[in-house]
């Protein structure tokens, strides 16, 4: 006679689910998980597998670019553009595996997060350089352009913590993960260059080049010196990001 325990009282077998129950067991990478989310570093791809009934093993993608043009600052006239793409992986850890709370240390492997930009200054107009000002040649205007590196620290590690288990430890198929944290990418670099074009005095006489002026450049290193000041607390890179997922069993 079968143990009534493993019956369903017309002699087919129950097999208790691993996700149900707070002592319940589960086989190791037993269960799959994939997810996208939407998130300060993109947008962003997830895969995931139990390693056990506390921890899972998670790996990242994430990619977005996005441009804009014509912002005018200190006279130039700037069109930039944002490309991120960067993957990790990350253990999450669930102290409580019945609920959702999670720890999760990690590594960004691959960053390239960085910004481009051009410069331009319409000629006649005057731009400034340090609190210094100059006026562009009407006929020959200044151009330039720039670059800022969100990853110096390569690979980079994190730490998040969040809510919403990818592999649900209660059974069903879906969940909610939302993350919080840093990445500690170290402190921007930052890049800037007035490779063409000239300068003038106010009245448009006594024009010289602008890559060569040792006033310009000098100003211009002291300009972008005060930028990465600015730009130092992005050391640490805020990880924000909110999604669905989805699981299913492998064997």
Known sequence: ??????GDGGGGLVTASPFKGSSGSM???SRFALGGCISTTG????AATNLNRYMNLRATGNYFNYSVNNITTNGFNVDAKLDFASAGASVDFYPFPSHGFRLSPGALFYNQNAATATFAVAGGTSFS???TTYYASASNPVLGSGGLGLNKQNPAFTMTTGWGNMIPRRGGHWSLPFEIGAAFTGAPSLNIALTSGQICDAQGQNCMDVATNAS???NLA??????TSDLSPLKIYPIVSAGLAYSFKTR
């Open 222 to 227: 002291a300009q972008v010196a005060k930028f």
């Open 27 to 29: 086989s190791p990478l």
């Open 43 to 46: 947008i962003n791809l997830q």
């Open 216 to 218: 310009v450049q000098t």
């Open 1 to 6: 006679m079968g143990d009534p325990a493993a």
């Open 129 to 131: 350089l340090n609190d």
